[in-house]
């Protein structure tokens, strides 16, 4: 399937990236060895678009699926098309033709981040860097919360990784610091040093946004029972805690 779009998107001069539940299960295989607990059955590619003329050329090569003017049908599989770039409103959403309003802040910036990886068969593909996937959840989660919960566990998952293999390595190596002013807590150090990652990513406007997300108690309340980690609370805060602290840093 992959293959199939990486096809037509050379066709079409399309750069994409693969983001979402998928982009996750490729990271996890990478970095733990093994696919995260919660399966996906869709693929979300997120296209770098100039208008919807653009969109619907590239979009005509494919099959629509359903209702919903993004969702097509590739090799028997749900891929979602997100465009982005040239295509969004100053307020960083696109307007389909429907009149459904979407946010896509954070994808242009998961790009400049982006990750090859090398797929069986010598197919190469670009994902979002780990922190760049975590910002991308915790935004969706924002726009999503009221809706479903899959976002946030899917960013309990990447809170793992951050002290997991290569990671645990740093933490124990470069991030020393880390480890040390959270009490040599790898899980914990792990969740401030995601958090602390992820401004860097934004424009002001952008940090804007992620403050007023994690600067709300309620919010990071809810955000905790939604990650459904051990410890859900300490670590939700780490990550508050590293998000508001490169912020600050970085003014």
Do not use: C
């Not at 033709?97 to 010598?122: Q, T, Y």
């Not at 951050?162 to 190596?173: A, F, T, V």
């Amino acid at each position: 399937m992959l293959a199939r779009v990486d096809a037509i998107a050379r066709a079409e001069a399309v750069d994409y990236l693969v983001v979402g539940a998928t982009a996750r299960t490729i990271l996890s295989i990478g970095l733990v060895g093994g696919p995260p607990e919660r399966a996906t059955e869709d693929i979300d590619i997120a296209a770098a678009m100039g208008t919807w003329d653009d969109f619907e050329q590239f979009v005509s090569r494919l099959e629509p699926y359903g209702r919903s003017a993004h969702s097509f049908l590739v090799e028997g599989v749900e891929v979602d098309v997100l465009p982005y770039g040239a295509i969004e409103d100053e307020d960083r959403t696109i307007l389909w033709p429907d009149d459904h309003r979407m946010n896509v802040r954070g994808l242009r910036e998961a790009v400049a981040s982006a990750e090859p990886v090398l797929l069986p068969g010598g197919l190469v593909i670009k994902v979002p860097a780990v922190p760049a996937l975590a910002l991308l959840k915790l935004l969706t989660w924002w726009d999503r919360r009221v809706e479903t919960t899959r976002d946030a566990i899917d960013l309990g998952t990447m809170i793992g990784w951050y002290s997991s293999g290569p990671y645990l390595d740093r933490l124990y190596g470069e991030e020393l610091e880390v480890l040390e002013r959270n009490g040599y807590d790898p899980a914990l150090a792990g969740a401030w040093l995601l958090g602390s990652h992820m401004p860097g990513l934004l424009d002001l406007e952008g940090v804007a946004v992620l403050l007023g997300i994690v600067g709300d108690d309620d919010v990071l309340a809810r955000l905790a029972n939604d990650v459904r980690l051990p410890r859900r609370g300490r670590l939700v805060e780490a990550l508050a805690d590293g998000i508001k602290e490169a912020s600050s840093f970085g003014a």
